[in-house]
């Protein structure tokens, strides 16, 4: 991976989103939504915005943190379904959502965007989640 020193995240994901780790080729993101468990993954490459200009190695490191991100993310929230999109129409930078979806949550059966407004974590829940998501991935990041 090349030029992560300019890497800066989009100022929406920014303001949107809680860091909770940097994961071997993208920044982990955690969506300040309690209606969801939600994560962003972003490649820390600057410019990028289509999953075709990662570099083939790259590609293959990012796939393989989506498989792991969505495993996580369905093991942690005892999801029904995981949904992962990368969407961009909003937010052009290049970002792999993971979503754990639950039959019952509050756009089930429908995709979360434009659902609503986002609800606030209350005090202390986002670092806890957050500690939770990052707990479990460096947990699998320390043994490979």
């Known amino acids: ?32 939504d309690a209606r969801y468990p939600w994560i962003i993954l972003v490649p820390r490459h600057p410019h990028l915005k289509e999953l075709h200009q990662l570099n083939e190695s790259d590609y293959r490191e990012l796939a393989g943190e989506i498989k792991i991100a969505s495993q996580l993310m369905a093991e942690l929230f005892k999801a029904d379904k995981v949904n992962v999109g990368a969407l961009g129409n909003l937010v052009p930078q290049l970002h792999i959502h993971v979503i754990a979806r639950n039959i019952g949550d509050a756009a089930w059966p429908g995709p979360v965007w434009g659902q609503g407004e986002a609800e606030a974590y209350d005090a202390g829940e986002l670092e806890k989640r957050s500690q939770r998501i990052r707990d479990a991935f460096t947990k699998i990041y320390s043994t490979s």
């Open 1 to 32: 991976m090349t030029d992560t020193a300019q890497f800066t995240l989009h100022p929406r994901l920014a303001a949107d989103c809680e860091v909770v780790m940097d994961l071997p080729i993208s920044r982990l993101l955690l969506i300040r």
